[in-house]
């Protein structure tokens, strides 16, 4: 352990997710399918995949959803927006916040003028 490390540190990189293509998943399903019983396992073991995983992948085909079979939790990642961009939203919100704001007040500072002038109007009737 180098002195940089905290104590407890992982020193293993974190693993990467793996991806499969859409022609990959229709291969190895197929070739699950058309495996003997008693070979099916072999088959799992060799591409290191889980029964969850042909079972998913034959739901999308049989469902004609071929482009289902892309796995959105391993798709592109969101493109980022870039530094200006995200200025930008920030202050579209705040403007957004302080014209509700301002809405607000103004109706409070209405209702508070009508107030007063009735006030007044039962200040003078009283005289």
Not at 100 to 116: H, I, P, Q
């Amino acid at each position: 352990m180098t002195s940089t490390e905290p104590a407890g540190s992982d020193p293993a990189p974190r693993p990467k997710r793996r991806t499969f293509t859409s022609k990959y998943k229709l291969r190895i399903v197929a070739e699950y399918d058309a495996a003997p019983r008693n070979e099916k396992d072999a088959v799992l073991c060799r591409e290191r995949l889980y029964h969850s995983h042909v079972k998913e992948w034959r739901t999308a085909r049989d469902a004609g959803a071929v482009e289902n079979l892309v796995d959105r939790r391993t798709g592109p990642a969101r493109t980022k927006k870039s530094a200006a961009e995200v200025e930008s939203e920030k202050l579209r919100q705040q403007v957004a916040r302080l014209e509700k704001d301002l809405a607000r007040n103004k109706a409070a500072l209405e209702v508070m003028g009508k107030a007063s002038a009735l006030l007044e109007m039962i200040s003078e009737s009283a005289d």
